[in-house]
């Protein structure tokens, strides 16, 4: 059964840096989609990057690209975040979730879209 443990979060401040990881046990990542979410408080879900590790494939939300790198390493099973020059309403709720649809046959952004989700690691940015 596939288990997916996020860590790496915690207090940054206004433009610095946070790498995040995304473990997971019970499959392979490599013929998954992983996509961050992220949940501030009184919004949705919002999809953040995207990897289809088989092919290294990434997507990001306008708002992160330049800043965000995701990328996914095989032999640990495990995917990650590095979030630099991060700003105060990054504040959220940090989530990785998967699912194995072939790519292009879902929303890459759709929380619905994915079907196994991990706990969530919260990030603060703030001075």
């Known amino acids: 059964q596939l288990q997916l443990v996020e860590s790496g979060g915690g207090l940054v401040q206004p433009g610095g840096s946070l790498r995040l990881s995304c473990a997971a046990s019970?499959?392979?990542?490599?013929?998954?989609?992983i996509c961050w979410f992220r949940q501030a408080p009184g919004k949705g879900r919002e999809g953040v990057s995207f990897?289809?590790?088989?092919?290294?494939?990434?997507d990001y939300a306008d708002s992160v690209k330049e800043r965000f790198t995701i990328s996914g390493d095989n032999a640990k099973n495990t995917v990650y975040l590095q979030m630099n020059m991060l700003k105060p309403e990054e504040t959220a709720v940090y989530y990785c979730?998967?699912?194995?649809?072939?790519?292009?046959?879902?929303?890459?952004?759709?929380?619905?879209?994915?079907?196994?989700w991990g706990q969530g690691i919260q990030v603060t940015v703030s001075s």
């Open positions: 019970g499959v392979s990542l490599d013929r998954y989609t």
């Open positions: 990897i289809t590790t088989s092919n290294g494939k990434t």
């Open positions: 979730a998967v699912t194995d649809w072939p790519r292009g046959t879902f929303v890459l952004d759709h929380p619905g879209s994915y079907a196994e």
